[in-house]
């Protein structure tokens, strides 16, 4: 209305014709030029023809802008009308869209199901390597323990053989010492033995000694191993009647009792024969019946 307001106040040259026509002036102010109304008006004309080129430029400018936003609003209802479009189709595909969801949170449970199951899984591999370590520890300390073993066993049969060989060593010691203190004994044994010979040679009889505990202890001891002291006593025993008979016209007395004498002494000589060929344990059975007699 604003626009074409200025169009309405203009006036055709009809309309100001029509105007001349009611306002009738008389013939001889007609025939006087009017030239101020002639400047006045095409002034007027000229004015109005400069507003309305104008204002016609100023509405060409102003439909150019609302035809740049008609452009503009029909880009953003284009927009609006695609994504509406998108819309109704996602809305027609959200039936498929459901059923996929749902398939999918069907495949999550699934694996969910799954994931706790390797869960489980990995807790028992957790649990066999907990339980391999362990055995490889045990293992490598049953080696360290057999080692150990070794070790001290190597020791103990080095130490057993020291101590066998210092044991054989003192054995062997103790048996040379027993065996000197035997051969002493034997010895003094053989001397009292000839003097008893040499005397019953000489006189005719022998001396009888008493035996203590400690003669009879140190008897059943003794082992006779000089085989020449037996040598000489199968010789004096296997002695002639002549010899004897010698030896008895060197002494004088009762031939009773010489007799006597002979017989004892000859039992004592097999007595001591006797127990020449006898084991230890039975010597002092032999002294004992020895002495009785």
């Avoid at 003094?188 to 010979?197: K, L, R, S, T």
Wanted: one cysteine or more.
């Amino acid at each position: 209305h604003n626009l074409f307001a200025p169009l309405f106040s203009l006036k055709t040259l009809g309309d100001k014709s029509r105007d001349t026509k009611i306002k009738r002036r008389p013939r001889f102010e007609e025939s006087l030029p009017h030239f101020s109304a002639g400047l006045e008006i095409l002034s007027r004309y000229e004015e109005n023809w400069f507003l309305l080129h104008k204002r016609t430029k100023d509405c060409a400018q102003a439909a150019e802008a609302v035809d740049g936003d008609i452009v503009m609003l029909s880009a953003h209802w284009e927009k609006r009308r695609a994504a509406l479009t998108q819309l109704q189709e996602q809305l027609q595909n959200l039936p498929a869209f459901i059923s996929e969801l749902e398939a999918i949170t069907a495949s999550i449970a699934h694996l969910e199901g799954d994931f706790e199951e390797m869960e489980s899984r990995l807790v028992y591999l957790e649990t066999l390597c907990c339980q391999c370590e362990q055995q490889k520890l045990r293992q490598h300390h049953i080696n360290q323990l057999e080692a150990y073993k070794k070790k001290k066993r190597k020791e103990v049969e080095a130490l057993e053989v020291d101590l066998n060989s210092e044991h054989a060593q003192k054995v062997e010691e103790l048996e040379q010492t027993k065996n000197q203190k035997l051969r002493e004994r034997q010895k003094v044994y053989e001397e009292a033995f000839n003097q008893d010979v040499e005397q019953y040679l000489s006189t005719g009889y022998v001396q009888h000694r008493e035996s203590t505990g400690a003669d009879v202890y140190v008897l059943d001891q003794m082992t006779v191993t000089n085989i020449s002291d037996e040598e000489a006593l199968d010789d004096f025993l296997n002695s002639t009647g002549d010899d004897i008979s010698v030896e008895s016209s060197l002494t004088s007395g009762n031939p009773v009792t010489h007799t006597l004498t002979l017989f004892f002494f000859f039992c004592n000589m097999a007595i001591i024969r006797a127990t020449l060929s006898l084991p230890l344990c039975l010597v002092n059975q032999t002294q004992k019946v020895s002495l009785r007699s």
